[in-house]
């Protein structure tokens, strides 16, 4: 069961032990994993990433 940091157009994005995954929303199942870092907001332009530093970075969306 993943740890959900935010949710988006039907992806639910979260963190497991082993790592990072989108879920989709209505089934379930797998749209990625292992993506790097679950972003704490998302929108259709960019998602936020709070680094190790304590500074937040957007990165574009894709897909």
């Given at each position: 069961?993943?740890?959900?940091?935010?949710?988006?157009?039907?992806?639910?994005?979260?963190?497991?032990?082993?790592?990072?995954?989108?879920?989709?929303?209505?089934?379930?199942?797998d749209k990625a994993s292992?993506?790097?870092?679950?972003?704490?907001?998302?929108?259709?332009?960019?998602?936020?990433?709070?680094?190790s530093l304590g500074t937040i970075e957007?990165?574009?969306?894709?897909?």
């Amino acid at each position: 069961m993943p740890d959900i940091s935010t949710v988006f157009h039907g992806a639910v994005y979260g963190e497991t032990e082993n790592g990072s995954v989108i879920l989709d929303a209505r089934t379930g199942k797998d749209k990625a994993s292992g993506a790097g870092d679950a972003p704490s907001a998302v929108n259709e332009y960019a998602g936020l990433f709070g680094t190790s530093l304590g500074t937040i970075e957007a990165h574009r969306a894709v897909g």
